[in-house]
């Protein structure tokens, strides 16, 4: 209610004793905060963008080259294949510190088949981080159309 008469008491005859109401209304206010609120938790993240510059020109070398990952994969036999020839479990760790050696700070990405065993796969994991590579990935194919695909039903 706004600033309007309230009676108070019994009255007179004509039922108008009035005193100012002297309460505050706050709903109005608090949905205007809430509302600002919202604005600016949406619109805090966009203005960390940045500052746009023109950079100038050098004649510098890149700082950082694109480095081709190592690909490390388990086919749905359980074999491991160092890029495209066969890993032999008794040389793996062997090789894969031999490429380790090289570059260990190289990126390291593991395919395994969707019917290998999940044990398989962490063995190969394992190996590699023994190797000494620092970072591991493990590669998937997204599902057709970018959606999660749905839950399998209980065999």
Avoid: C, H, W
Wanted: proline share 10%.
């Amino acid at each position: 209610m706004g600033m309007g008469p309230v009676q108070a008491g019994g009255g007179d005859e004509d039922g108008f004793d009035a005193a100012p109401m002297s309460e505050i209304n706050v709903t109005p206010m608090v949905d205007v905060m809430l509302v600002l609120l919202i604005i600016f938790m949406v619109a805090a993240p966009l203005m960390t963008v940045g500052v746009p510059v023109q950079l100038p020109k050098t004649a510098a070398a890149k700082s950082s080259e694109s480095k081709k990952p190592v690909v490390v994969s388990v086919d749905k036999d359980g074999q491991a294949f160092l890029a495209k020839e066969p890993l032999p479990a008794e040389s793996a760790l062997a090789r894969l510190k031999e490429a380790a050696a090289q570059d260990p700070s190289q990126t390291v990405l593991v395919r395994g088949d969707k019917d290998v065993p999940y044990g398989k796969v962490m063995e190969v994991m394992g190996l590699v981080g023994q190797a000494g590579f620092a970072k591991v990935s493990l590669i998937a194919n997204a599902p057709p159309g970018g959606a999660a695909p749905a839950p399998a039903a209980p065999r």
